[in-house]
Nanobody, 110 residues
Framework: QLQASGGGLVQAGGSLRLSCAASGSSFSSRYMGWFRQAPGKEREFVAAITRFGLNTYYADSVKGRFFISRDAARKSVNLIMNNMKPEDTGVYYC?????WGQGTQVTVSS
């Protein structure tokens, strides 16, 4: 199971930190990452990190602003979001292999 936390309301230009804690074997997934879904839009990829943290991947829209990392001791993956924009608004879901978190709302006001 995955438990996401850290969403909230932030002004444009601000920062938020999301965290996703895993239980069971899901933390050993080859890829662990975040997706988001804005109102009326399909879910889209945001960022991912490989099992041992050697590689990271980002959507073009967040490159240079968002940073993904993993904490093996806490079995968690974190997403630092900087210089946020209103178009970053949506429900953010963490995904480890076939497991999905419950989603956490992120709202960026202009």
């Amino acid at each position: 199971q995955l438990q996401a936390s850290g969403g909230g309301l932030v002004q444009a230009g601000g920062s938020l930190r999301l965290s996703c804690a895993a239980s069971g074997s899901s933390f050993s997934s080859r890829y662990m990452g975040w997706f988001r879904q804005a109102p009326g839009k399909e879910r889209e990829f945001v960022a991912a990190i490989t099992r041992f943290g050697l590689n990271t991947y980002y959507a073009d829209s967040v490159k240079g602003r968002f940073f993904i990392s993993r904490d093996a001791a806490r079995k968690s993956v974190n997403l630092i979001m900087n210089n946020m924009k209103p178009e970053d608004t949506g429900v953010y879901y963490c995904n480890f292999g076939s497991s999905w978190g419950q989603g956490t709302q992120v709202t960026v006001s202009s």
